[in-house]
């Protein structure tokens, strides 16, 4: 099993929708983000968490939301979905006070129609 | 802020050739920088980083990088490319040193042609 899980892999939805994404983590790390990819501009943070009663906006938090539901969930939600949302979403964790850096998932495709 | 940005969207080399990927930095403290490779449909996997000490860092599949406090820089060496080598490369330096977040530049897709 991955070490650091994303559900779904894809994922279309319409205008107005309300969606989840999920990430569920095995390595036991109390750090966890939500990213999103888009050709040309990298990866930009939305949220991230550094523990379970800790959760911070990223550079681009609007219209999303989060969820630390335990140490090893975290879950994003588009409240309402619009086409610009329409991108690669990854979760990663990391651990405080070493630095190996982050553990990405494989990423969740969504598109907003 | 803390700010990345790689020089050039896109690069191509032949196979054999070297490979060259250029990274800037900013930040206000010591940073942390890091490189990251994504090949199609994965997630972003650790090339290699610099957090203290020795100044030239070895990465995974020989790629190499070595951190210029003068010029801001940590570009990303590779002495001879091979075709699997193809993939999107990111820079990322971190805000802090205690496992703070990264910030990511755009991106460098590297294309090999036999």
């Known amino acids: 099993d991955a070490d650091v899980t994303q559900t779904p892999r894809n994922r279309i939805t319409k205008t107005g929708k309300r969606i989840m994404l999920e990430c569920s983590q095995t390595k036991g790390h109390d750090r966890m983000y939500w990213y999103r990819q888009d050709p040309g501009l990298g990866l930009r943070l939305i949220y991230y968490s550094f523990d379970v009663k800790d959760i911070n906006k990223g550079e681009i938090s609007d219209g999303y939301s989060v969820s630390r539901q335990a140490q090893a969930k975290f879950s994003l939600s588009l409240e309402s979905a619009i086409p610009n949302q329409t991108a690669l979403y990854f979760c990663?964790?990391?651990?405080?006070?070493?630095?190996?850096?982050?553990?990405f998932g494989s990423g969740t495709r969504l598109t907003v129609v | 802020a803390q700010s990345v940005t790689q020089l050039g969207s896109h690069v191509s080399v032949s196979e054999g050739a070297l490979v060259l990927l250029r990274c800037n930095y900013s930040?206000?403290?010591?940073?942390?920088l890091f490189w990251y490779v994504q090949y199609p449909n994965q997630g972003l996997q650790l090339l290699l980083k610099y957090t203290t000490g020795a100044t030239l860092v070895k990465g995974i599949n020989g790629f190499e990088a070595e951190f210029k406090k003068s010029e801001t820089s940590f570009h990303l060496t590779k002495p001879s490319a091979h075709m699997s080598d193809a993939a999107e490369y990111f820079c990322?330096?971190?805000?802090?040193?205690?496992?703070?977040?990264?910030?990511f530049g755009q991106g460098t897709e590297l294309s090999v042609k036999p």
């Open positions: 930040s206000s403290v010591p940073p942390y």
């Open positions: 990322a330096v971190s805000e802090g040193n205690q496992g703070g977040k990264l910030i």
């Open positions: 990663a964790t990391s651990t405080t006070g070493t630095w190996g850096g982050y553990t």
